[in-house]
């Protein structure tokens, strides 16, 4: 992780614009007015909490993120803006040695690979022919096309190598896709093929938005296992991992609690229906890392288990079968004395709710949202609930059974370091089991007996020994793959980088379509726009540079380090030279139209909720919203232009 982006972790923008501007909620975001400008009717300042960003829809009309807001307000140069909210957030800036640059390259790759899967993932769910059974079944979820996209679900073709080959074809070899946990490799017959295979991809991302592994769903009736998960990498510990953290950590802070689920489409349910403070675990227990994560967020948790989680259906069997049940799921997902033990060394304070029989949060927020904040409010403390467990149609008559319960209960009181707190709980266990406290606290503890493992043998689909059936392999043109802006915008750089003078072909092409040319404020990182211009002011005094030449000539450390980054990837290679120029332009232009859309939705939440307060705050970004559609169509019409110049270049090349 990049400095900019640690001290970005660390600092709410909202927060920290709030000192120099007066702010108000307004929907989702906050207004205010413009500090760049002259204003003191229409408040046309923003600042997007989701994105971490402020625009002004006003004169100004401009944006960014919270270094180009401080470098705006107080004149200072990156440098020095760098420095000021490093020492802001407490976050030590340190000259990076050798090895550490070596290792951060290494990881950027990995990144770079997985978000690129992330993407062919996700255009083959799109488009592919071969996924339409798959669509039927995120249709069956009532998953919208907003939600599909912000968590951007994908597919994996029911192919041994499809995914392979398309990354292969990119650049990367087999040691790349076995280290992102895309390749598994059979050692006995020496076989490397494609880990996801016929599945819906559901991309984890770790709390910086960065993909670092994926959930897999089997779309096969009798598929074992149901959900599938990357190995473990240098990027992807599941005992670290929240799920839909970095989407949830605004929400969670703004609602003082977090709600923390089992499912990958628990969290999902919960944000199309406006409930964003959920996170999911993923198949482990609750650990004091994961807590650690959610503490710079709140001191709330919740824990929303399912009917039968943590040993609550089994109690209608009979004590001993609670007691076994509960034993198990300690292992999986329910350590009621860890948390017990979490709670007090972080100061915390963890609840837990059951949901009702039958549902989990993915069903229940679909067919009863009302009831979702309704169910929440009835959560209970950790100790609270086990007792209430465990105490479940148990005969009070039974003296032995009793004692059984006090075994389990009292090791958690013992366990609560505020005396107060700790005396609550003699009382209620007493009060409960209907005995007299002091007996209570003369029961003497039963060892914990040593348990077996209580995982069951993981079952592997077997290979096959005959060859792949025909029809395995996916169709050439569904290989096809977007980029994310920031892909677009890395590998733009990177071969600027290595070819200088390509600049100048691009920016020539961008004026030919009546397109400007490119500009620092393209870029979303502070680092890529202080970089560009670094290259521009090389390519501007008109003399022949060569890459080494330029990386050569930066002596900003900053700068230096992103451009370390950059160089993990090869650039283009010099066979592909002469349409680069062409493939540059339509990259730009593409993540241009993205920025637009971006904007757009932005307004689209101001407009619906000025609507019916302020005319002239509705006129204004009408306003706004009819320019950005002129200048999406123009950019929509300058990319036809190049797809369509592309196409008979190829078209041609092949005479």
Known sequence: MSVT???????????????????????????????????????????????????????????????????????????????KLAQRAGVTLEAQQPGDQKKQAAEQKLLDLLDAAADYFHMLLLHAPEAAHARQYVAERALTEETQATFRLGFALSSWDACRNQFNDQGYDDADLIAAGLLTVNEEKGRRYDRFRNRLMIPIRDINGRVV?????????????????????????????????????????????????????????????????????????????????????????????????AGAKATMRGLQVARETLDHEVDVRFDAQGLVRHEARLQADIHVVTLPEGNDPDKLIRTNPEQWPELLAQSRPVVAYVIDVLVQDLDLGDAKAKTAVAQQVIPLIKDIQDPVERDHYWQYLART????????????????????????????????????????????????????????????????????????????????????????????????????????????????????????????????????????????????????????????????????????????????????????????????????????RDIDKAIASMSALNRRRIEESKL
């Open 213 to 309: 592994g994926f959930g897999a769903r089997t779309l096969d009736k009798d598929g074992i296992p149901k959900y599938l998960n990357s190995p473990q990498t240098s990027l992807f510990d599941k005992s670290n991992l929240l799920y839909g953290l970095d989407t949830a950590k605004r929400h969670i802070r703004e609602a003082r609690q977090v709600v923390i689920v089992e499912g990958y489409m628990d969290v999902m349910q919960g944000w199309q229906h406006g409930y964003r403070n959920l996170v999911a675990q993923m198949g482990t227990a609750l650990t004091e890392q994961h807590l650690q994560q959610l503490k710079r967020y709140t001191k709330r948790f919740v824990l929303a288990l399912d009917a039968d989680a």
């Open 433 to 632: 089991l209907q005995i007299d406290e002091r007996a209570l606290r003369q029961v003497r503890l039963q060892p914990d007996k040593p348990r077996a493992a209580a995982s069951s043998p993981r079952i592997v689909p077997p290979e096959p020994d005959v060859p792949w059936p025909e029809g395995a392999m996916p169709k050439r043109e569904v290989r096809i793959r977007p980029l994310s802006n920031h892909l677009r915008e890395a590998n733009f750089l990177r071969q600027c980088l290595a070819y200088p003078q390509v600049t100048v072909q691009v920016n020539r092409l961008l004026q030919q379509m009546e397109q400007t040319a490119v500009a620092a404020d393209d870029f979303t990182d502070m680092e890529d726009k202080l970089l560009w211009q670094y290259v521009m002011q090389t390519v501007e005094t008109g003399a022949f540079v060569v890459g080494q030449d330029l990386c050569d000539s930066l002596d900003d450390p900053m700068v230096q380090h992103r451009v370390e980054a950059l160089k993990t990837v090869p650039p283009t290679p010099l066979a592909n030279l002469e349409r680069l120029p062409d493939t540059l332009v339509l990259s730009v232009l593409q993540w241009r139209r993205d920025a637009i859309n971006r904007q757009s939705q932005e307004i689209k939440q101001l407009v619906s909720v000025s609507q019916e307060t302020d005319v002239d705050l509705l006129q204004m970004y009408q306003k706004q919203a009819y320019t950005l559609t002129l200048v999406k």
């Open 5 to 83: 982006q640690e001290i970005k972790n660390r600092l709410d923008i909202v927060d920290f614009v709030s000192d120099y501007v007066p702010l108000r909620k307004s929907g989702r975001n906050y207004a205010g007015f413009c500090p760049f400008h002259q204003n003191t009717r229409t408040p046309s300042f923003y600042v997007f909490p989701e994105t971490q960003t402020w625009r002004c829809f006003g004169a100004c009309a401009e944006g960014g993120d919270i270094f180009s807001f401080v470098m705006k307000k107080e004149g200072w140069d990156f440098k020095e803006t760098l420095e």
